[in-house]
Structures are given as structure tokens and as C-alpha cells.
């Protein structure tokens, strides 16, 4: 019989103070490794879509649903503790961008039941490992912060109200399969304040409300988000919705990443997780990083006490998880410890009050 969400939640809380735990790589780079033609994505139900569906991840859940099994499958054998939904852009805005946001709830759903199927089975092969999965939300083709009109500083493709319903849409529909909402590559806090809203909406009442973790990227190398934040008063922005844990991801590779992890690890009061892409991109596209250059630098982030939770981003694969997970086998977590009582306010740059 297998565990509820609540039974593994405690498990993996528990198990995260004793060890650094797991998560996947790309689901994107798998994706284009199969080298799928523009068919694949439209299936036999999109058949006759009027326009051109390659580059729709998304979608493939449902038009090609057992390759989607089969990434999750290879990265809880390389050793992930938690997975990612394959629903980073389902939601009725990204999915506009095909026509598709009709179909978007129905797209999320059935990314978190793929995702929930092949944890369940990997679960059922060794009862006594929980693992656990993330209900992806990303941060939309479309921005609350910056307008989209040089010309025009004030102009916003979206308000808010549309964001956040696009966000408990997407929630509301993998609510019953995941473990966690994994609101993630944050670039525009106020997308993800939207998102945080929509998720404890989605929450409320629930016997079994879902948790959430909340990962920013920071775009190069002044340490901040595409709207301006600073690591700390990202956190600033977001601690008011208490997540499991929090971190970074997506956008630098390890190497760069580094001081602003450590930076989020000083501030945070829970769980910091940290999953960089393999180094940056060459000239093609392509992430040159191998996999035992991502997990030493990573390595050496938990050795150094930085990190509860790490994994990959754009350009990991299996491998790059599987010597991750070596790389920081044995190794103790960053301790979670509380902050003292303060004013904590954050605009660009945080700011601090103790009495």
C-alpha cells in the first residue's frame, strides 16, 4: 500500500535533516534529445492544428505521454528523491502562444499524473524511499513588471487578476497529484506573487494543502532577477508564503551561481534548494558542462553548508543527476535554523529593522 502525501511529506522533512536530497534534471533537454519533428507534438488529436505545436513540452503529456513517463523514469533511477511535472508552461497564457490555453488545465493535469505515476512505481520498488513530486508552475511568456513597449513604460500585456487566474487554473488542476507546488524560474517576483496567491487560494479549506517551494533565477552576474531584485530581497518578497524550501535555479551555471546561493542559505529560514543549469550555453544552444564538473561544483556547495536540496536545470541529464546525487551521498544539509525577529522589507535591495 503505498504512502500518503502527508505520511511522505514527513518522510522526506525528515529524511532532508539527515541527508541532502535530490531532485531531476531537464525536462527540456531530454525533450530535445529525442529529436521529435513538429508531429510528435500535434499527435493524433492536434493533427489538424492550424499552426505549428514543436517547442510545446507541454503538450506531449498528452500526445506522446509514455516518453514523458520514460524521462521521469530515467531520472528516479539516477537517483532523484523528487521530480518535476512536465507543466512548466501549462498555463492559459504560455499555452495562448499556440492556441491551445483551452487545453491548458488538461495539460497540467495530465503532466502531474505522469509524474505521480512513475514516483508511485519507483516507489513501490523501495517502500522505505519516499519519492516525491513537484508540481511545476513557471513564470509565464508574460510579465507583470516591464512592459513589452520600449515606448511605453506603463503598458502591461496582462493585470494581475489574469495572471493569478491563469496560476489557480494550473494549480487547482495537479492539486489531487503532487506533492509540492514548485513555483520556479522566477524572474518577475510579481508573477510569482500571483502565482503564491493563486496556490494558497487553491489551498485553503484543502484537508491536504499542498506546500510550496519557491526557486528564483538570477539572469548574470550582478546577482540579480530580470526586474531588478537582489537575492535577499527576493526572499524578502516571497517569505511571507512560508515554503518548504527555497533557492535558486535555471539562468548561470554552478560556478556563477555559487555566491548567490550562499546569499539565499544565509537568509532563508527553510530549506535552501539549488539546481543551476550545466554551465552556459555555446554558440549552438547547447550545454557543455559534463557531469562530474556540475556535481563537483556542487559537491563543494554542500560540503561548504549551503544547500538541503540540489539537482539540475537546463542542460543536466540523467547523468549529470546520477554523479550529483554521488557527489553529495554522506554529506550533512545546511542547517535550517530561525532568524531573529526583524522588519524585513524589500524593494531592488532588502532592508532590515531589529528593535
Known amino acids: 500500500m503505498s504512502m500518503s502525501r502527508a505520511q511522505r511529506r514527513e518522510k522526506?522533512?525528515?529524511?532532508?535533516?539527515?541527508?541532502?536530497?535530490?531532485?531531476?534534471?531537464?525536462?527540456?533537454?531530454?525533450?530535445?534529445?529525442?529529436?521529435?519533428?513538429d508531429k510528435a507534438f500535434h499527435g493524433e488529436r492536434f493533427a489538424t492544428w492550424p499552426v505549428p505545436l514543436r517547442g510545446d513540452n507541454d503538450l506531449l503529456s498528452l500526445t506522446l505521454p509514455d516518453a514523458i513517463r520514460t524521462i521521469h523514469e530515467d531520472y528516479l533511477a539516477a537517483g532523484a528523491d523528487l521530480i518535476e511535472t512536465n507543466t512548466f508552461n501549462a498555463t492559459s497564457i504560455s499555452q495562448a502562444d499556440y492556441g491551445l490555453q483551452d487545453v491548458a488545465a488538461e495539460i497540467a493535469k495530465a503532466g502531474a499524473k505522469l509524474a505521480r505515476a512513475a514516483a508511485d512505481a519507483a516507489e513501490a520498488a523501495e517502500p522505505d524511499r519516499p519519492r516525491a513530486v513537484m508540481g511545476a508552475i513557471g513564470p509565464l511568456s508574460k510579465t507583470l513588471s516591464i512592459s513589452p513597449k520600449v515606448e511605453d513604460p506603463g503598458y502591461r500585456e496582462v493585470d494581475f487578476d489574469q495572471v493569478y487566474d491563469s496560476y489557480y487554473?494550473?494549480?487547482?488542476?495537479?492539486?489531487?497529484?503532487v506533492d509540492f507546488f514548485a513555483i520556479e524560474t522566477v524572474f518577475d517576483t510579481l508573477n510569482a506573487k500571483a502565482a503564491i496567491a493563486a496556490c494558497m487560494d487553491v489551498n485553503a479549506g484543502a484537508d491536504d494543502p499542498v506546500p510550496l517551494i519557491l526557486s528564483g533565477t538570477i539572469t548574470d552576474n550582478s546577482g540579480r532577477t530580470l526586474t531588478g531584485q537582489t537575492t535577499e530581497a527576493f526572499w524578502n518578497s516571497i517569505a511571507h508564503a512560508k515554503p518548504w524550501a527555497a533557492g535558486l535555479n535555471c539562468a548561470?551555471?554552478?560556478?556563477?551561481l555559487r555566491p548567490f546561493v550562499a546569499d539565499i542559505a544565509r537568509a532563508a529560514d527553510c530549506m535552501v534548494i539549488a539546481y543551476p543549469n550545466a554551465g552556459l550555453p555555446n554558440a549552438f544552444g547547447q550545454y557543455d558542462e559534463t557531469p562530474d564538473t556540475t556535481s563537483g561544483h556542487l559537491g563543494e556547495w554542500a560540503r561548504d553548508g549551503l544547500v538541503n536540496i540540489v539537482g539540475g536545470c537546463c542542460g543536466t541529464t540523467p547523468d549529470h543527476i546520477r554523479a550529483i546525487a554521488a557527489a553529495v551521498a554522506g554529506v550533512k544539509p545546511r542547517p535550517v535554523t530561525?532568524?531573529?525577529v526583524a522588519l524585513r522589507l524589500s524593494g531592488l535591495?532588502?532592508?532590515e529593522l531589529i528593535a
Open 349 to 351: 535591495e532588502p532592508f
Open 169 to 177: 487554473a494550473q494549480a487547482a488542476a495537479m492539486a489531487d497529484e
Open 338 to 340: 530561525p532568524r531573529p
Open 12 to 37: 522526506l522533512t525528515a529524511l532532508a535533516k539527515t541527508r541532502i536530497l535530490v531532485t531531476d534534471g531537464a525536462m527540456g533537454t531530454a525533450i530535445q534529445a529525442l529529436g521529435l519533428a
Open 252 to 256: 548561470l551555471g554552478a560556478s556563477d
